[in-house]
């Protein structure tokens, strides 16, 4: 081990504002919100709040399978989210999730707004809304479920706990580096050996339970997020590296991940998403490239296609 830490506790803990650290300046100790923001309202009943991170790309990738199901009522409009400049703490925003985080869904397609928040709770809602991507069966839906939940406890260890002390942090401290890596190759392995005999994530049939976890463990795999496939050996999940590949494949897989995502190549971003047509013509590609032709802005042009 590394030099150890010298920091003893104080008898009460007291907020240092300037911690260091990404997101030191986002990150309070409270809850709530810090100013008055309304949030946009697109044409179709289901309004997604949202960012293309992982836990944003589950909502999307959700909903883009459901559309190429035909079910036309999972018609969306995702409006951005920007984590990084706080838009999470706007009043409208914590309205419809007092956690203060994406993503965030508004179905208005009944008599009264339901809010959903966590994607967990919004994925079961979609999924039984249209009776889809969940099994039916008891045995497989619990299974299914069984999944779904192994994601939301688990994932906090791999965002919160690894990527926030191996990327993250202001400084590297060995014994946390540590402890994360250890866990979270415990849980590709629980992976890799589930899927040693199984297709997907509950036996043979693709489901919320995939759409879940792909996003992070299988961009863990790839290295597309924390950059760390080597540092973690992910090569050595054979079973995950072959079913992360087969679900990248999949051209609702290939929509939903760019939806709300502000960085990477520009062909691969497309900030807001209110219409089909969109992953062609509204890419940042495109709009950089048709913008300055263009005299009307974003929600002008929105107006017109409406
Ligand atoms: N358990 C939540 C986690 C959501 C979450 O952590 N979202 C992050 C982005 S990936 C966020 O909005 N962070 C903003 C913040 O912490 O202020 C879920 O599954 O929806």
Redesign the pocket.
Known sequence: MAEKNQYHPPQKWVWDKDSGGT?AK??RPVAGATHVKTLQRGRHPLQLYS?G????Q?VTILLEELLSLGLEGAEYDAHL?N?RD?D??GSEFVSINP?????ALVDHSGEKPIRI????A?MLYLAEKFSALIPGEPASRTECLNWLFWQ?GS??YL??GFGHFYVYAPEKIEYAINRYSMEVKRQLDVLDRHLADHAYLCGNEYSIADIAIWPWYGAVYTGAVYDAAEFLDTSSYAHVGRWAKSLAQRPAVKRGRIVNRTWGPLETQLHERHDASDFTLRTQDKLVASETENPLTFSEQLKQKS
């Open positions: 997101f986002l990150n960012l991170t992982p836990n944003g589950k989210v984590i706080g999470q703490f956690n203060s985080k994406i993503p928040f966590e994607s967990g919004i939301m994932a906090p965002g919160g």
